[in-house]
């Protein structure tokens, strides 16, 4: 349940207005206010007002009409999860960090969020080694006949600044889905593609996997897939429970109900850590271990660094390429993209390089000077596109790329890293490419 106590919203007159206010008076407190929470909406309160709500993103909007002019702000946009009311970038509130500041013109200037009463969370036992990459699995039943009627599915990628990950969805005529990291919603894409980025920052913090069956015109219910918490440098499914290689997954079960099409789904999500990070050198080595033994390495950092793609269109053109990454600073990646070969029956020329993110949108353009060219993206998804004219003026262009780009490492388009077992190879989800 969320409560509002003490509220009140008083209209200060400028100095340089008094038409609005009797002779002699500076202020007004009004009462003709709305304030929702989430989308329940209360008036003639006086001062307090409460809600019960599902753990998950909410805001708290106030609306009110003074001299026939309407006013709305939002008062508070964040998570509530397990008791705990959390910013809404994720960020936990703490001793230390007991006020937030809002950075958005949709809220009041200089509006601020502080913390006013701490509650003790449950101490982890036995600390656990940090997860790197999760796999969720959404399953949805039809409750009247109880046929499954799709399976939903993501890898998400957690490094130091970001969270990302790729959801492949069954599209469904009747409403669609919205995938969400907190309060920022996935990127779609064709075939039932999203696409996830959400930036982490060095803070703890908490993070809300959300799926939304949305409606046209009239939105829809949020179901809950699964939970990250960031705290004193450990990957926790809740406060006091971490993810560990004996405690893997989390599950919630959940009900969605379509108002328009008059069905209603059971939800069954599974959301687990599918790679750990080895466990840190000890500060103090023993004297029986030698001084120049490497430290452990994380069990997914085989970072890859260098790949090599192939790719074929339908006019039997090939090309081939090989990409290096280098990180810069931890934000920017420095690619250089060698021994391009395009193998084809035509004569070409004015063969470039085009580097788009997942909208779209035009990142980097570089034309090809012996067989190579270079450019500098932050860490993102991105695509990677070679164009050439033919003799006869047609432009022809090939995807060589498609995938994440983060701190020096490529990662595959679907999240999960490259390695030098079973994860060498990966064929891309656009026809006629393999990387």
């Known amino acids: 349940m969320i409560t509002i106590n003490n509220f009140t919203r008083t209209f200060q007159q400028s100095a ?18 709305t304030v929702c929470i989430l989308n329940q909406c209360f008036t003639n309160f006086v001062k307090s007002v409460s809600a019960i709500i599902d753990n998950g ?22 998570i509530v999860d397990q008791r705990n009311l959390i910013f809404f970038d994720g960020s936990l509130f703490s001793d230390n960090r007991q006020c937030m500041e809002y950075n958005d013109i949709d809220y009041l200037p200089s509006l601020k969020t502080c913390c006013t009463s701490f509650q003790p969370v449950p101490q982890i036992s036995s600390p656990s080694t940090k997860c790197s990459n999760f796999k969720a699995v959404s399953s949805i039943f039809d409750t009247k006949t109880n046929n499954l009627i799709a399976t939903n599915y993501a890898n998400f990628v957690l490094s130091d600044y970001y969270i990302t990950a790729t959801w492949h969805y069954v599209l469904d005529p009747r409403f669609s889905h919205i995938f969400s990291i907190n309060d920022v919603n996935c990127q779609k894409a064709p ?29 829809g219910p949020n179901v809950l897939i699964g939970r ?16 560990s290689p004996s405690n893997q997954c989390q599950n919630f079960n959940g009900i969605a109900h379509l108002q328009t099409a008059n069905v ?18 000890p500060s103090s080595i023993p004297s029986s271990t030698s001084p120049t033994t490497p430290p452990p390495t994380k069990l997914i950092s085989q970072q890859c660094n260098q790949i090599s793609t192939v790719s074929i269109d339908n006019n039997s053109a090939k090309v081939s390429t090989n990409m290096q990454i280098k990180s810069i600073n931890n934000d920017k990646n420095e690619i250089y993209i060698s021994d391009i070969n395009i193998k084809t029956s035509m004569n070409i020329s004015n063969v ?5 993110n997942f909208m779209e949108l035009v990142l980097e353009c570089q034309n090809v000077v012996f067989n190579s060219a270079n450019f500098t993206v932050d860490n993102k998804m991105i695509k990677i596109v070679i164009s050439y004219l033919s003799q006869s003026g047609g432009l022809y262009t090939m995807d060589i790329f498609k995938g994440i780009i983060d701190q020096g490492n490529f990662i595959s388009i679907n999240g999960i890293m490259y390695d030098k077992n079973d994860n060498k190879c990966f064929k891309s989800s656009s026809k006629f490419f393999n990387q």
């Not at 993103?57 to 946009?77: A, E, G, H, I």
């Not at 990250?228 to 993810?243: A, H, K, V």
């Not at 470039?352 to 788009?356: H, K, M």
């Open 16 to 33: 340089r207005d008094n038409t609005f206010l009797p002779f002699g008076k500076t202020s007004l407190e009004n009462t003709n206010i």
């Open 57 to 78: 993103v909410f805001d708290v909007r106030v609306n009110w009409n003074l001299f026939s002019k309407d006013y709305s702000y939002t008062l508070f946009n964040g």
């Open 191 to 219: 075939s039932g593609i999203q696409y996830c980025n959400y930036f982490i920052g060095s803070q703890n913090k908490e993070f809300l996997i959300q799926d939304s069956f949305v409606e046209e015109f009239i939105g």
């Open 228 to 243: 990250i918490i960031l705290r004193n440098g450990q990957t926790l499914m809740e406060e006091g429970i971490q993810f």
């Open 264 to 281: 209603t789904f059971k939800v069954i999500n599974q959301f687990c850590c599918a790679d750990f990070d080895a466990p840190t050198t």
């Open 352 to 356: 470039s390089i085009y580097v788009y």
